[in-house]
């Protein structure tokens, strides 16, 4: 059954956000972006919503690419000049969770190995290609194969269940992996007594050495996940995050460097194309870069140090204070004021705790806050 879920991203009269599910449609047919933008434009009309229409958020699929063109070409907003581009906003968790898949899978065709079902022979081979953490799931898998293996994991003083990974759940290699670490000496000697199933899978060393790396590598993408889940999760922190793993994958990068274990080398270098091409996509959506520069805590200082740290080159910067001005003189500007309002209290933003992203995000807030900032 395909079913098309929509959810609307309001502020009420009141001043209360609001995001209420408007939609929860079959799709007939397959996914394709003109398919789907049939029901969506069915659906914004029945609400009368399709002139006020702000910016459609989906995952990083290109059928979603089409779907927002496919609504523009159509002229559901009405008289309105809607640019599909400028008006496409990305799942930053999605993209968070294809970074990590590109570490984890590598070179490795993970069309073959995502929601694997049948365990053969020639997709154990394929999974051990992934170096320790494609052995770690072989020997996962086989652990949790029958009620016997798991007792007898237990046994040796392993873990009621070992946490196995999963295509359709994010950062579960993550957990797969502190749980293999967690209950390594029972992993090893489990790895003894089946050595005839186990013999190409067992972890060295070196092999163990490698996954604690790993944690520490996929320690900062699990908690940025976490923390653009749910309601607190705010425009302007998706550049400031995307930021944040960029300079983390650096540190990272220059650790591991000279490091004599190539797998996890090769797994870095995937991984650093696919964040380098999502963080550009973002740094053109004005919309983001408006975001962070109307926040009193970032401004276009925010970018004025990027660019001194190499993180943004001075044309892009340039570039994209044109674009915000012009976001402004066309959109923003023309509404009526609003001035004087007063809506609902919105819940507060629990405090962060002092995270490594805590501490960096605070060296790039402005250190002072003056009274005309605020008005």
């Known amino acids: 059954m395909a079913v098309l879920g929509i959810i609307a991203h309001f502020t009420s009269h009141a001043g209360t956000r609001m995001n209420p599910v408007i939609g929860l449609r079959l799709l007939e047919g397959s996914h394709t972006g003109s398919n789907m933008a049939g029901v969506v434009s069915e659906v914004l009309q029945e609400y009368g919503v399709q002139e ?35 008006h496409r906003l990305r799942c930053v968790s999605h993209v968070i969770n294809l970074v990590v898949k590109a570490f984890w899978f590598g070179e490795v065709d993970r069309m073959i190995l995502q929601d694997t079902v049948i365990v053969t022979p020639d997709t154990i081979a394929e999974w051990r290609k992934m170096g320790p953490w494609g052995k770690g799931h072989n020997i996962t898998t086989y652990i949790l194969a029958s009620p016997q293996r798991r007792q007898e994991f237990k046994r040796l003083g392993g873990d009621t269940i070992l946490h196995r990974d999963n295509a359709t759940r ?176 919105q819940p507060d933003t629990p405090p962060s705790p002092v995270t490594p992203f805590a501490t960096w995000r605070a060296q790039r807030q402005r250190t002072v806050i003056s009274n005309s900032t605020l008005h």
């Open 52 to 86: 006020r229409l702000g910016y459609f958020i989906g995952d990083n699929a290109s059928n979603n690419d089409t779907l927002v063109r496919a609504l523009a070409d159509e002229q559901v907003f009405g008289e309105r000049n809607y640019n599909a581009q400028e």
């Open 170 to 345: 994010w950062n579960t290699g993550y957990t797969m992996i502190q749980s293999l670490i967690r209950n390594r000496d029972a992993v090893d000697v489990f790895c003894l007594r089946h050595s005839e199933q186990l013999e190409e899978d067992r972890l060295s060393l070196d092999d163990w050495e490698q996954l604690a790396d790993a944690v520490s590598i996929l320690q900062p993408f699990h908690s940025a996940t976490l923390r653009m889940e749910g309601d607190f999760s705010e425009l302007h922190n998706i550049l400031v995050e995307l930021d944040f793993l960029r300079a983390t994958f650096t540190e990272v990068l220059q650790k591991y460097q000279p490091n004599p274990h190539l797998h996890i080398r090769r797994a870095a270098a995937e991984w650093i194309v696919v964040l380098d091409k999502y963080r550009e996509l973002y740094k053109e959506l004005t919309v983001c870069v408006a975001a962070v520069v109307l926040h009193p805590a970032y401004k276009w200082e925010y970018f004025e140090v990027a660019v001194d740290k190499l993180e943004w080159t001075e044309d892009q910067l340039q570039d994209a204070k044109l674009r915000v001005q012009g976001l402004w003189l066309t959109k923003y500007m023309p509404l009526p004021s609003l001035r004087g309002t007063e809506g609902e209290r």
